[in-house]
């Protein structure tokens, strides 16, 4: 029977005004893809911060790490302890190359550590990109990647550390479908008898697919766990929305008098913008309720 690699126990986590996590109790064993899901505030990403240091947990509950009580004092220790999280927003710097990214803050050194070792470096990048099989030059510049190829990049960043437990929030995002199952590939073989994965998603296709077991929270409380291939994803929904989901398909939009709901016309876009609404400067909105 596999062991309990990570236990959470009666975490709770306050922020002023706000109860993000509840008195919250999970678990990952050895060799499992663990799920996390929920809806946007159930405190998934607090939990996941509080488990790699980046938040302190309030008094009270704990971290055990294969059995082992354990305080994380930031990112640092978690990696050190073996805990690595991939985070929606890339922690990389683009005027590095892929490898620098890579080993950022622990590079190889020669002539007694006083000098960067650029070869051993690039050596090391090349060999990990290989066995994760990731077909990028570790000497190309991280600005010059798409955005899929700089989420494999931060993918092998957090592998670098021989981590134990990979935290994965959101990592398919940005993804096409074939990079998707790349994506899945390496997960799958980052998993052994020694590791563990918790992977959150709001993707329930991503979820059935590629994880053992469910852990559902709910406005920052435990919901439950449950298998993944015995339940099916409805019930998972349902234990996210604290309500029976009665359909998959959602109701056709009313129309009024086959007038138009939205309708964009002239519109423009700069490079240097972030919003439609900013760089439309000749765009004309038609609104009507609906």
């Not at 109860?19 to 998934?44: M, P, R, Y």
């Not at 052994?192 to 697919?209: A, C, F, L, N, P």
């Not at 234990?239 to 959602?250: A, K, L, N, Y």
Request: charged fraction near 30%.
């Amino acid at each position: 029977m596999p062991s309990k690699l990570l236990e959470i126990k009666g975490i709770s986590k306050s922020f002023p005004g706000v109860k993000a996590l509840k008195d919250v109790s999970i678990d990952l064993s050895s060799g499992e893809i663990l799920g996390l899901c929920g809806e946007n505030g159930a405190g998934k990403s607090t939990l996941m911060k509080l488990i790699t240091g980046i938040y302190k947990a309030d008094e009270g509950g704990e971290i055990l790490f294969d059995g082992q009580r354990i305080d994380v004092n930031g990112p640092r220790e978690a990696q050190h302890l073996g805990i690595s999280i991939i985070h929606q927003e890339f922690n990389l710097v683009p005027d590095l190359t892929v490898a620098q990214n890579i080993y950022l803050g622990r590079e190889p050194r020669k002539f007694r550590n006083s000098l960067l070792d650029d070869g051993a470096l690039y050596s090391q990048a090349k060999e990990l990109l290989g066995r994760l099989e990731i077909q990028i030059d570790p000497r190309r510049y991280l600005r010059d990647l798409s955005v899929a190829r700089q989420q494999m990049v931060e993918i092998a960043k957090a592998m670098s550390f021989d981590s134990r437990i990979l935290v994965m929030d959101e990592p398919t995002a940005a993804l096409t479908d074939s990079e998707v199952e790349t994506l899945f590939t390496l997960v799958r073989n980052f998993v052994t008898d020694q590791t563990g994965v918790i992977y959150i998603s709001h993707r329930m296709d991503e979820i059935k697919e590629l994880t053992d077991r469910v852990s559902v929270l709910r406005d920052g409380e435990y919901v439950g766990t449950v298998d993944t291939e015995s339940t099916p994803i409805r019930e998972v929904i349902a234990m996210m929305v604290g309500r029976e989901i009665t359909s998959s398909v959602r109701p056709k939009k009313r129309e009024e008098n086959g007038r138009a709901v939205l309708e964009v016309q002239d519109s423009a876009r700069t490079p240097s913008s972030r919003t439609l609404v900013s760089t439309c400067e000749r765009a004309r909105f038609l609104v009507s309720r609906a």
